[in-house]
């Protein structure tokens, strides 16, 4: 079955530091999406890349998408601690509805 | 900036009652979701909706689970039955293009 499955599973970094998380998958998707999710909180939606696409920007966040090889990284440049949360990519599969698989997240802490 | 909302928060109920978690998406969205997050998993699709109808749902979703919009503006979950391992963070979703935006949660627990 598709799925998204990021690593590393928990990051710890220096503030100020850039941070960057992969996800790899199995399936052809339509898209690809990354989320955050602060302790116990809901998923605030980061960014959409699609799978014609090959790199997003979106203020420190960069994204890019490799759909040979299935992956697709996240890179949060200049962290703040304010970054310290949970990252899930998500996927949404080709050619079927629009449900999101999610991986299981890294989990990004920023050290003061 | 619109946003999903999700009422109760927090519920906690005994096993083998009924709730029913509440859901306002977004007001121009036409596509809708339930999902859930099991304490420290990944979190897990249960069912989609559309035109006042579901149109797929997980092997999760069984007989216990029901959806529905009784008015323009709510989207629901019912569980019928609760169980120990429905306890869990549910998550209501609406779609607007391509992203699907998220609630805040309701967190249920089952004693």
């Known amino acids: 079955s598709q799925q998204g499955e990021e690593d590393p599973q928990a990051l710890s970094i220096q503030e100020g530091e850039n941070a960057t998380m992969n996800c790899s998958y199995k399936?052809?998707?339509?898209?690809l999406q990354w989320y955050r999710q602060n302790s116990g909180r809901g998923l605030v939606h980061l960014i959409l890349?699609?799978?014609?696409?090959r790199e997003k920007h979106s203020g420190r966040l960069r994204v890019t998408l490799d759909t040979s090889k299935k992956s697709s990284s996240l890179l949060i440049t200049a962290s703040r601690a304010a970054d310290t949360a949970s990252y899930f990519c998500?996927?949404?599969?080709?050619?079927?509805?629009?449900?999101?698989?999610f991986g299981k997240g890294t989990r990004l802490h920023i050290l003061p | 900036e619109p946003e999903v909302t999700q009422t109760p928060s927090h519920q906690v109920t005994q096993m083998g009652q009924e709730v029913i978690l509440r859901c306002v998406p977004i007001?121009?969205?036409?596509?809708f979701y339930w999902y859930r997050q099991i304490l420290g998993q990944k979190v897990e699709f249960l069912v989609s909706?559309?035109?006042?109808?579901?149109?797929?749902k997980s092997e999760i979703f069984d007989d216990q689970f029901s959806v529905e919009r009784p008015d323009g503006s709510n989207f629901t979950l019912k569980i019928r039955s609760t169980k120990l391992e429905d306890s869990a963070m549910y998550f209501c979703?609406?779609?607007?293009?391509?992203?699907?935006?998220f609630g805040p949660g309701t967190r249920l627990l089952v004693l």
């Open positions: 998500a996927t949404v599969r080709m050619n079927r509805d629009d449900k999101i698989i």
């Open positions: 399936t052809s998707i339509n898209n």
């Open positions: 890349i699609r799978s014609n696409e």
């Open positions: 007001s121009n969205h036409l596509y």
């Open positions: 909706f559309y035109n006042n109808e579901i149109s797929e």
């Open positions: 979703a609406s779609m607007g293009g391509e992203t699907q935006y």
